[in-house]
T-cell receptor, first 111, second 115 residues
Framework: GQSLEQPSEVTAVEGAIVQINCTYQTSGFYGLSWYQQHDGGAPTFLSYNALDGLEETGRFSSFLSRSDSYGYLLLQELQMKDSASYFCAVKVDTGRRALTFGSGTRLQVQP | DAGVTQSPTHLIKTRGQHVTLRCSPISGHKSVSWYQQVLGQGPQFIFQYYEKEERGRGNFPDRFSARQFPNYSSELNVNALLLGDSALYLC??????????????FGPGTRLTVL
């Protein structure tokens, strides 16, 4: 089976930098994705890492270490609109292309 | 381009009833996946369909079933509803490329309440 661990809540102030960690245990591994979900909304794709290292997309960056089964999402220059839940998700190499999600980290950005 | 659409947006049922949820994928996407999201949790995988064939099934009872039509739209059926089936049901479509990341694009979901 698969399991993913991430903090349940994180609080930060506008303009700050926040890191959301994710550790995973899977029987197979094909990549780590990050999704954002605002209250009442649908999850939206943020980033994906298949190989070790850092991927940068604007204010968001994502890092993966396959040897440590660990990744993180880095959010810079936080804005109030970044208040949302953030999920890490793994895609396991079983021929099934669905995702296994963590339980999510709720980010509160304060003025 | 239209995104993933789902209907209905909200639904209230009573225990023991049956429900059918519908999903239309993004044009050109051949894979549809269904997820259940309980409040405060991440989405849990239920089914994946590709080219009208089931490609994967999560840890859900046989009361849950689904199908995909020739136009790639999909239905999720749940029989003998239980209170614990109350959740947001999300549909996601993707191009189903064999290579990563094969990004899943989610619809707005159907909020099911079982009384």
């Amino acid at each position: 089976g698969q399991s993913l661990e991430q903090p349940s809540e994180v609080t930060a102030v506008e303009g700050a930098i926040v890191q959301i960690n994710c550790t995973y245990q899977t029987s197979g591994f094909y990549g780590l994705s990050w999704y954002q979900q605002h209250d009442g909304g649908a999850p939206t794709f943020l980033s994906y890492n298949a190989l070790d290292g850092l991927e940068e997309t604007g204010r968001f960056s994502s890092f993966l270490s396959r040897s440590d089964s660990y990744g993180y999402l880095l959010l810079q220059e936080l804005q109030m609109k970044d208040s949302a839940s953030y999920f890490c998700a793994v895609k396991v190499d079983t021929g099934r292309r669905a995702l296994t999600f963590g339980s999510g980290t709720r980010l509160q950005v304060q003025p | 381009d239209a995104g993933v659409t789902q209907s209905p947006t909200h639904l209230i049922k009573t225990r023991g009833q049956h429900v059918t949820l519908r999903c239309s994928p993004i044009s050109g996407h051949k894979s549809v996946s269904w997820y259940q999201q309980v409040l405060g949790q991440g989405p849990q995988f239920i089914f994946q369909y590709y080219e009208k064939e089931e490609r994967g099934r999560g840890n859900f009872p046989d009361r849950f079933s689904a199908r995909q039509f020739p136009n790639y739209s999909s239905e999720l059926n749940v029989n003998a509803l239980l209170l614990g089936d109350s959740a947001l049901y999300l549909c996601a479509s993707s191009l189903a490329r064999s290579r990563a990341p094969d990004t899943q694009y989610f619809g707005p979901g159907t909020r099911l309440t079982v009384l």
